[in-house]
Antibody
Framework: EVQLVESGGGLVQPGRSMKLSCAASGFTFNNYDMAWVCQAPKKGLEWVATISYDGSSTYYRDSVKGRFTISRDNAKSTLYLQMDSLRSEDTATYYC???????????WGQGVMVTVSS | EIVLTQSPTTMAASPGEKVTLTCRASSSVSYMHWYQQRSGTSPKLWIYETSKLASGVPNRFSGSGSGTSYSLTINSMETEDAATYYCQQGSSYPPTFGAGTKLELK
């Protein structure tokens, strides 16, 4: 059974950093491109970033370019999202998902909440 | 960026009723994906490449469309179908989602 378990969320002040993790199991992680998708409270879904199976290619939505970094450790079957210079508008639940650009988001984690507030 | 507009925003349907949700794209896309999100849970892939049902999805669901107009249809509404449904396009960068249609049980 595919499992994606996010961790690392919580309350953080504007301008500070936070790193999210997503532990994968139940599939061959290093064969899959992966992504982060966010959902602000009571709002819709928004793609954040995607990374290729080997980490050689990354893609970001414009609003997070230069602030967020997606990475992965295939030896640990773990996906990461380093979030710097956080803003109040980054407040959301962040989901990791299996995703290759141009294809659907197949499997989703349960999500982790990030609140950016002073 | 392609904007996806879903309608209606909210609707209620009675058990057994036929339901159609629509998604319109600001420019033509090759296909549409749909996700179901029940309250308090993470989204699930529901329909992919316009008309293919994801694993475990009941066959009372169907998808259709082309170009800028797509739809998700439930042949006969059931209690468990109450959820928010999102469309998503991936044929143009960046991938974008619609704002969702909340489907409630009447």
């Amino acid at each position: 059974e595919v499992q994606l378990v996010e961790s690392g969320g919580g309350l953080v002040q504007p301008g500070r950093s936070m790193k999210l993790s997503c532990a994968a199991s139940g599939f061959t992680f290093n064969n899959y491109d992966m992504a982060w998708v966010c959902q602000a409270p009571k709002k819709g879904l928004e793609w954040v970033a995607t990374i290729s199976y080997d980490g050689s290619s990354t893609y970001y939505r414009d609003s997070v370019k230069g602030r967020f970094t997606i990475s992965r450790d295939n030896a640990k079957s773990t996906l990461y999202l380093q979030m710097d210079s956080l803003r109040s508008e980054d407040t959301a639940t962040y989901y990791c998902a299996s995703h290759t650009m141009g294809t659907p988001f197949d499997y989703w984690g349960q999500g982790v909440m990030v609140t950016v507030s002073s | 960026e392609i904007v996806l507009t879903q309608s209606p925003t909210t609707m209620a349907a009675s058990p057994g009723e036929k339901v159609t949700l629509t998604c319109r794209a600001s420019s033509s896309v090759s296909y549409m994906h749909w996700y179901q999100q029940r309250s308090g849970t993470s989204p699930k892939l529901w329909i992919y490449e316009t008309s293919k049902l994801a694993s475990g999805v009941p066959n009372r669901f169907s998808g259709s469309g082309s170009g800028t107009s797509y739809s998700l249809t439930i042949n006969s509404m059931e209690t468990e179908d109450a959820a928010t449904y999102y469309c998503q396009q991936g044929s143009s960068y960046p991938p974008t989602f619609g704002a969702g249609t909340k489907l409630e049980l009447k």
